[in-house]
């Protein structure tokens, strides 16, 4: 039977190695193809340098980049000053949390319920970029950042557009920059983000092998678990995806990652990520690790808080950054 056409609860755990990497393959056509008209026929100009900051420990180039041909996307990049090139490559997501004025500027600011990661960056030599996602930060078209999100969801359905897919095709395309810039090490490559970044940073890696680490922080969510206990207002519009669960699961998607390493940290508060959902994916991907890769480089803990970064969530990032970035570890 073509796993294309198999249903979300196929288990893949009989595969040989080359099968279940065959079946991966397959997948992330699938998974595409549920996110609408893309712009793949586009090639991108060339970026425009804003303008140039020197902050304590790096540079930050504001740039204009053209991923999609729609509009253009502002971008920050950031330079570590203690830089051993080729350097790893870090895509830091921004959240949503409604907190639309933000966009990428969460990269040098942070907020209460996570610190600022830029000084982390720069400390451990990441060069790192961070794009505004459709309607935050300079995408924000409209003062009611929320009238606007909704007004492009509705637009694009109407084009044959999914807002989620052209989110992701901006993240894919913001990847295949940060991969060309002569400081970085193309494979070492990794997604990171928080909430709305977590789960862009899980799709990405499971629709992009590059991706050779995930890190995402408290937006696990598994939707069946999602739908149970009545938390689909949770989330905002641009997270839905017409028609995702005929086809897919959360486990499902997540079981594309394999057998890269993955770092995921959740709050067992948290009516995002409900903590049997969590645990439910967590579950569906150990025994895929431990037969396709190696056990420990899959990590899924739930921890006693709502939707914050905790210290110790932090460090375990940081560990994990250390050691599949820094030290030049691979999988996959």
């Not at 490559?189 to 990405?204: E, I, P, Q, R, V």
């Not at 890696?205 to 739908?227: E, G, K, Q």
């Not at 028609?243 to 499902?252: D, E, I, V």
Request: net charge negative; aromatic share 8%.
């Amino acid at each position: 039977m073509d796993p294309t056409n198999t249903p979300a609860t196929e288990e893949p755990s009989n595969r040989s190695k080359a099968e279940f990497s065959a079946y991966q393959d397959r997948r992330r056509r699938e998974l595409w193809s549920l996110l609408g008209d893309l712009p793949w026929d586009h090639k991108p100009a060339p970026p425009k340098l804003i303008k140039t900051e020197q902050h304590e420990g790096y540079r930050l180039d504001r740039l204009e980049l053209d991923l999609n041909g729609l509009e253009p996307v502002p971008a920050l990049l950031l330079i570590p000053e203690r830089l051993q090139t080729p350097a790893p490559g870090l895509l830091y997501i921004h959240w949503h949390g409604g907190m639309y004025d933000l966009g990428k500027e969460q990269l040098l600011k942070g907020a209460d319920a996570q610190p600022a990661y830029a000084p982390v960056c720069a400390e451990k030599g990441l060069v790192t970029l961070a794009i505004d996602s459709w309607c935050f930060g300079e995408r924000k078209h409209e003062p009611d950042g929320h009238t606007g999100e909704e007004d492009a969801f509705k637009l694009m359905l109407w084009q044959g557009r999914v807002l989620w897919g052209m989110m992701m095709f901006d993240e894919l395309r913001a990847l295949d920059f940060l991969a060309s810039r002569p400081e970085v090490d193309p494979q070492r490559l990794a997604a990171f983000g928080m909430s709305m970044g977590s789960t862009k940073a899980w799709w990405l890696a499971a629709l992009d092998p590059r991706v050779r680490l995930c890190l995402d922080v408290c937006c696990l969510t598994d939707y069946d678990s999602l739908i149970r206990i009545h938390n689909l207002k949770g989330h905002g519009i641009y997270y839905y995806v017409p028609s995702l669960l005929k086809h897919f699961s959360s486990a499902t998607i997540n079981e594309l990652i394999v057998p890269r390493p993955r770092l995921s940290v959740n709050g067992r508060q948290d009516l995002l990520t409900p903590p049997d959902g969590v645990e439910k994916v967590r579950d569906h991907l150990a025994p895929l690790y431990g037969r396709y890769g190696r056990a420990e480089d899959c990590h899924i803990e739930l921890f006693d808080c709502p939707h914050v970064e905790l210290p110790e969530m932090r460090k375990l990032i940081l560990e994990w950054m250390d050691r599949y970035l820094v030290s030049r570890q691979t999988a996959g």
